[in-house]
């Protein structure tokens, strides 16, 4: 593969949910064609120009689609490493897998982070395996203190796979709500907001940062991002800081989310994503690029564009029956719609988002 995307060649994207239908799309806007890779229902599928519907395991369907596209990037980081393997013998995956795999695990995704000189909530690691896990969990407990959350390793988001503990007396409830899975006891940081940098690096190692989100959560799954954050223009530089040492260490390119926790003096790195993320949904309407594009620009080797904010935006989720709202929200003047085009709105599904532009960005 040249370096260099033409108009016209083929992205592949693994994962064909709502962040895979949003990347196809800005890619139809540079002349791109996308081909969706996805073993169930794909949001995406409706509107890239193919669709592969087969198991991440299914080594024939995964190298038909390898051959057919002339980059892969994914929106979804579970990817096994087999199939990323036989993928990437035969074409280039963009981001790289060094960061699917640091991500993947958030024991790795810590450790990786405490390495690069970065903050963490303090973390010890709880293994399945272990002959009794919850004396295990009892030493973890007393060595990264209370309240504290168990997490799975591997495979957790929206908040599932996650169980808090007050005090020693929840340990085993909290493993039993692992299922059986390795998991890592994480201090609970007490933060004064929640904020979320979206970064880009190029081919040409450029990195651009759009501006830190604030963002609430409700039952552990995103409600809203407000642009600007409620930070000092030092606490910006230094979440532009972090996630440029994210990027650099990973030799990134492509779009990143970091997840940080602001707290009285510090800023704390909850996790990473490999990828476009739900708290840079505001782009669309805030700021003179999208995630999306910047990502399609990056992953094809074009140069970055400068992610100036021009509007000071909210965007909200819009989870299950929160979608009955919408032509209440249609009639909202300013309000901008996006919709995944899901057919059944179960409880805590992800079925669009809205983001309101709320007045012209402050000169800062
Ligand atoms: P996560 O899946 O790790 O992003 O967690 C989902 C949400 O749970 C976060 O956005 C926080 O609101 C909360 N949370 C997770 N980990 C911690 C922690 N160590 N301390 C405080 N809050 C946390």
């Not at 593969?1 to 994962?15: A, W």
């Not at 006891?185 to 604030?214: H, N, Q, W, Y």
């Not at 080797?301 to 021009?310: A, K, M, S």
Request: glycine content about 10%; aromatic content about 6%; charged content about 25%.
């Amino acid at each position: 593969m040249s370096d260099v995307l033409r108009p016209g060649q083929t992205i592949g994207i693994l994962g064909g949910g709502q962040l895979g239908r949003m990347l196809a799309m800005a890619a139809a806007r540079l002349g791109f064609r996308t081909h969706i890779y996805e073993p169930g229902a794909a949001p995406a599928g409706e509107v890239a120009g193919r669709t592969t519907t087969a198991a991440y395991d299914d080594a024939e369907a995964l190298a038909a689609f390898a051959e057919a596209v002339d980059v892969v990037t994914y929106e979804f980081e579970n990817v096994p490493a087999e199939a990323l393997d036989l993928i990437e013998a035969r074409v280039a995956i963009r981001p790289n897998r060094n960061a699917l795999s640091v991500s993947q695990d958030r024991l790795t995704e810590k450790m990786f982070l405490k390495d690069i000189g970065l903050k963490v909530a303090p973390f010890a690691p709880v293994d399945a395996g272990e002959a009794d896990a919850a004396a295990r969990l009892a030493q973890a407990i007393a060595e990264v203190g209370t309240p504290a959350i168990l997490k799975t390793r591997r495979l957790g988001y929206d908040g599932k796979g996650q169980a808090r503990i007050l005090s020693v007396h929840d340990g085993p409830a909290a493993l039993e709500a692992m299922a059986g899975a390795d998991a890592i006891l994480e201090g609970f940081v007490k933060f004064e907001r929640e904020i979320s940098v979206i970064a880009a690096r190029g081919t040409d190692d450029r990195i651009a940062c759009f501006e830190p989100g604030e963002n609430v959560h409700r039952d552990g799954i995103l409600h809203t991002t407000t642009v600007p954050a409620h930070i000092d223009s030092g606490t910006r530089e230094r979440a532009f800081g972090i996630a440029g040492t994210i990027l650099a260490a990973l030799d990134y390119v492509g779009v990143l989310g970091v997840e940080m926790f602001q707290t009285a003096d510090a800023l704390i790195v909850n996790e990473i994503a490999p990828r476009v993320h739900n708290s840079g949904h505001w782009t669309e309407a805030g700021a003179l690029i999208d995630q999306f594009e910047q990502h399609i620009r990056a992953i094809a080797g074009w140069p970055l564009v400068d992610p100036v904010r021009h509007s000071d935006v909210v965007m909200t989720n819009l989870i299950g029956d929160d979608i009955d709202g919408v032509p209440d929200i249609a009639a909202e003047n300013g309000a901008r719609i996006h919709l995944y085009g899901k057919a059944e709105a179960r409880a805590g599904r992800k079925m669009g988002h809205v983001t309101r532009v709320t007045g012209p960005a402050a000169d800062r």
